[in-house]
Antibody, heavy 122, light 109 residues
Framework: QVQLQESGPGVVKPSETLTLTCNVS???????????WSWIRQHPGKGLEWIGY???????YLNPSLKSRVTISLDAPNKQFSLRVTSVTAADTAVYYC?????????????WGHGTMVTVSS | EIVLTQSPGTLSLSPGERATLSCRAS???????LAWYQQKPGQAPRLLIY???SRATGVPDRFSGSGSGTDFTLTIGRLEPEDFAVYFC??????????FGQGTKVEIK
């Protein structure tokens, strides 16, 4: 059974770069099966915002509202994918989730990590 | 940019009652591009419904989804104690590629 686990710093200073990693356990290779690996965030007490995905092929698709500051990359041998957000502000304070769209027309996220809280503060 | 509006914001019901949650899109969605999630405090969302009406693996059959175009509904047939949570709808295909509604909280009356 596939499981996802986010990791990263709990606190980041304003203007710095946030980097999070999602470790994928169980299942086979993360570059097989046509999966879409996404990052989603949830501001405290608010709704969900999709940040972007990386396809198993390595191509990415990002939310236009964040595109200029976001990079998503894949480390297939270590079964990980990562999120990088530059020039963070207080508005980037949120719980960050990694999640999977298993493709095949699902168009939804069937597996989620537990989430990691990131606070932007000096 | 597409906007998903969920109503009501809060639904106060008793166990055993039927819950009807609405999700309205600001423009028509592609066929099969609406999903529903349940989120409990401190937990990640859990996929309930995809393709507007298909239940995800392991989801009890008291959960059902319906709708097309701009109007979608999640129905919980008879509320169990574990069903009190926040529910989000999510669309796929219109910029941004995935987006979510603001959520409906189902609370115990």
């Amino acid at each position: 059974q596939v499981q996802l686990q986010e990791s990263g710093p709990g606190v980041v200073k304003p203007s710095e770069t946030l980097t999070l990693t999602c470790n994928v356990s169980g299942g086979g290779s993360i570059i097989s099966g046509g999966f879409y690996w996404s990052w989603i965030r949830q501001h405290p007490g608010k709704g969900l915002e999709w940040i972007g995905y990386i396809y198993y092929s390595g191509s990415t698709y990002l939310n236009p509202s964040l595109k200029s500051r976001v990079t998503i990359s894949l480390d297939a041998p270590n079964k990980q994918f990562s999120l990088r957000v530059t020039s963070v502000t207080a508005a980037d304070t949120a719980v960050y989730y990694c999640a999977r769209d298993s493709g095949l027309g699902l168009k939804a996220f069937d597996i989620w990590g537990h989430g990691t809280m990131v606070t932007v503060s000096s | 940019e597409i906007v998903l509006t969920q109503s009501p914001g809060t639904l106060s019901l008793s166990p055993g009652e039927r819950a009807t949650l609405s999700c309205r899109a600001s423009q028509s969605l592609r066929s099969g591009s609406l999903a529903w999630y349940q989120q409990k405090p401190g937990q990640a969302p859990r996929l309930l419904i995809y393709g507007a009406s298909s239940r995800a693996t392991g989801v009890p059959d008291r959960f059902s989804g319906s709708g097309s175009g701009t109007d979608f509904t999640l129905t919980i047939g008879r509320l169990e104690p574990e069903d009190f949570a926040v529910y989000f709808c999510q669309q796929y295909g219109t910029s941004p590629l995935y987006s979510f509604g603001q959520g409906t909280k189902v609370e115990i009356k």
